[in-house]
């Protein structure tokens, strides 16, 4: 399976940890790439991506490489430290990068192959909330499986943590990597992104188009009867 993961900041913490230790356990080639480390910029704003596409982003020299090893990828894991109750800045930033992705725009069809995880790991609070500012996107993106994992490591670093939260570590990534593996090549798309696609379906076909979604979703036949989710 190829794995990609996509590291909230630039150290190799709690966070890491586990991000590291599930994506062992679920087995196959391993791709890294650290925030701010491996891409820094924030969204200029400029809707260039809205109106043309991401390729032609300001940032999109120094996007690439991460572009390319999230497509390339059969399981995505991206993680962050709880920051005031919410991901890092720089993961935000980064995934600011992809609202032309979000299901509402032009999702890609590829993400119906996919399955992805969003991990958190706090001192004691916020871990669904962090979980969840990069889960939302993952679902957005069309992602077929989307998992959350989120640890009150009750430490600030890796060799701090109790043993009874290791453990409980050790438990749900052994759980979790199991039933990844057991849904690896399947295909689909997860129930919040269809029922996005149905409600932008249906603006589509009662309002007046927006260019150039409009165009994307009518080439690809999604105004008819095909789906992204079976057109890969
Ligand atoms: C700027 C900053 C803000 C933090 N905010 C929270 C927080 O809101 N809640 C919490 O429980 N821990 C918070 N922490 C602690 C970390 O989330 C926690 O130690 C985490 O496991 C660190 O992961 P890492 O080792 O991957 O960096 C914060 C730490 C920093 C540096």
Redesign the pocket.
């Known amino acids: 399976m190829k794995i990609t993961i996509i590291h909230g ?1 630039s ?1 190799e ?5 586990v991000a590291r230790e599930l994506a062992d356990k679920v087995g196959g080639e391993i791709r890294e790439f650290f925030l701010p480390r491996d891409f820094s910029m924030p969204c200029l704003g400029c809707y260039t991506c809205f109106k043309t596409d991401l390729t032609h982003c300001p940032h999109y020299k120094e996007l690439k490489p991460l572009v390319e090893a999230i497509l390339e990828a059969d399981l995505l894991i991206l ?1 962050s ?5 919410h991901a890092t800045g720089q993961m935000m930033s980064f995934l600011d990068h992809f609202g032309t992705w979000w299901v509402v725009h032009r999702p890609l069809a590829e993400m119906s192959r996919k399955q992805a995880v969003a991990i958190s ?6 871990m669904k909330s962090t979980a969840r500012d990069m889960a939302d996107s993952l679902e957005m993106w069309g992602i077929r499986k989307v998992y959350r994992l989120g ?3 009750q ?4 060799d701090e943590i109790p043993q009874r939260i290791l453990k409980s570590i050790h438990r749900k990534t052994d759980r979790l990597a199991k039933r990844i593996r057991a849904n690896d090549g399947k295909r689909g798309c997860n129930g919040r992104a269809k029922t996005w696609f149905t409600l932008m379906r249906f603006a589509h076909k009662h309002f007046p188009p927006m260019e150039p979604d409009y165009s994307y979703w009518e080439k690809r036949g999604w105004h008819g009867g095909n789906r992204p989710w079976r057109s890969v």
């Open positions: 900041q150290h913490g709690s966070t890491c940890m993680e430290p709880v920051y005031v109750y790991t706090a001192a004691g609070g916020g640890f009150g490591v430490a600030l670093k890796p």
